[in-house]
T-cell receptor
Framework: SQKIEQNSEALNIQEGKTATLTCNYT??????LQWYRQDPGRGPVFLLL?????KEKRKERLKVTFDTTLKQSLFHITASQPADSATYLC??????????????FGKGTKLSVKP | DTAVSQTPKYLVTQMGNDKSIKCEQN?????MYWYKQDSKKFLKIMFS???????INETVPNRFSPKSPDKAHLNLHINSLELGDSAVYFC????????????FGSGTRLTVV
C-alpha cells in the first residue's frame, strides 16, 4: 500500500540548534515533494517544493533534500528559534502516468524549540 | 485581501441536519480542494475540482457534495450530519500547471452534537 510517514510525532530541540525532520514514502513515484507549516487553529502554509531531479533546495534558514532512491526527504531548520515551533507536514502528489494526483499529506511532526 | 477564505469559522449543529461551508479564492487559481483534518490531525483529501473535472476521494460518503458556482468558489454541502463528521475542514486552491504549493484557508471547525 502507499504510505507517507513522518518518523517523529514530536521533536524537542534547544534554540540555536538545527532541527531535522524526516519524511519517508513507499509505493509512490512523485514528481515533487512539498513541506508545509501548520500552527494551531490555522491552515497549513506552503514552505518549499523540491522536484525529483533536485537533490537540495534552500530558503533562508530552511533546507530540504530529496532522495528518490531512498524515497526520503529531510527538512532542516538551522539556527532554530522558538517562533519555529509548529507542526511541519510533508506532502507529495502521486504521479499517475505523467499526470499529478492531489496532494497527500503525512501526519506531521510537532516541533518545539525551547529558549 | 485574504487569499482563500472560508465561512463560517465555527459550526455547531445537531445530528441529521444539513449544512454548507463556503469557500472563495481570489488568487485566480484553476483548482480548488476540500480537505478534512480529524482529531488526530491527519489531513485527508476529500475533493478536487477545476472547471473540467471533479475528483472525489472514494472514501468520502455521498452525503458530502461540492458545489462550484464559478471558478473562484467551491462550497461544501453535507447532508444528514453524523457525529463522525466532526472535524476541521480546510479549503485550498492551487494553480496546477505551475506545480506550486497549495494555499489553504483557515479552516471550519464542525462539531456535530
Amino acid at each position: 500500500s502507499q504510505k507517507i510517514e513522518q518518523n517523529s510525532e514530536a521533536l524537542n530541540i534547544q534554540e540555536g540548534k538545527t532541527a531535522t525532520l524526516t519524511c519517508n514514502y513507499t509505493n509512490y513515484s512523485p514528481a515533487y515533494l512539498q513541506w508545509y507549516r501548520q500552527d494551531p487553529g490555522r491552515g497549513p502554509v506552503f514552505l518549499l517544493l523540491i522536484r525529483e531531479n533536485e537533490k537540495e533546495k534552500r530558503k533562508e534558514r530552511l533546507k530540504v533534500t530529496f532522495d528518490t532512491t531512498l524515497k526520503q526527504s529531510l527538512f532542516h531548520i538551522t539556527a532554530s528559534q522558538p517562533a519555529d515551533s509548529a507542526t511541519y507536514l510533508c506532502a507529495l502528489a502521486p504521479n499517475y502516468g505523467g499526470s499529478q494526483g492531489n496532494l497527500i499529506f503525512g501526519k506531521g511532526t510537532k516541533l518545539s524549540v525551547k529558549p | 485581501d485574504t487569499a482563500v477564505s472560508q465561512t463560517p469559522k465555527y459550526l455547531v449543529t445537531q445530528m441529521g441536519n444539513d449544512k454548507s461551508i463556503k469557500c472563495e479564492q481570489n488568487l485566480g487559481h484553476d483548482t480548488m480542494y476540500w480537505y478534512k483534518q480529524d482529531s488526530k490531525k491527519f489531513l485527508k483529501i476529500m475533493f478536487s475540482y477545476n472547471n473540467k473535472e471533479l475528483i472525489i476521494n472514494e472514501t468520502v460518503p455521498n452525503r458530502f457534495s461540492p458545489k462550484s458556482p464559478d471558478k473562484a468558489h467551491l462550497n461544501l454541502h453535507i447532508n444528514s450530519l453524523e457525529l463522525g463528521d466532526s472535524a476541521v475542514y480546510f479549503c485550498a486552491s492551487s494553480q496546477v500547471t505551475q506545480g506550486y504549493g497549495y494555499t489553504f484557508g483557515s479552516g471550519t471547525r464542525l462539531t456535530v452534537v
